[in-house]
């Protein structure tokens, strides 16, 4: 916990630009993690029922073109 407390205070005491910089490396991470979770799930066949849902909602004339 002492480590996150120094962090912190690292933090609080960044120069604007660099806190913008460190916010965008932090939002840049969570994205990559979320496609490789993404992914993960697509191979592991966890979102195969959105498919079977949009191919359902097709049959029944619900989705239109873009």
Known sequence: MAQIDALKNAIKALPNA?????????????????????EKDSADGK?????????????KGKLRNL
């Open 18 to 38: 660099e806190y913008v910089q460190l916010r965008r490396w932090f939002w840049e991470k969570d994205w990559q993690e979320w496609d490789k979770q993404i």
């Open 47 to 59: 979102l195969d029922f959105l498919v079977r849902e949009a191919l359902d909602e097709r049959s």
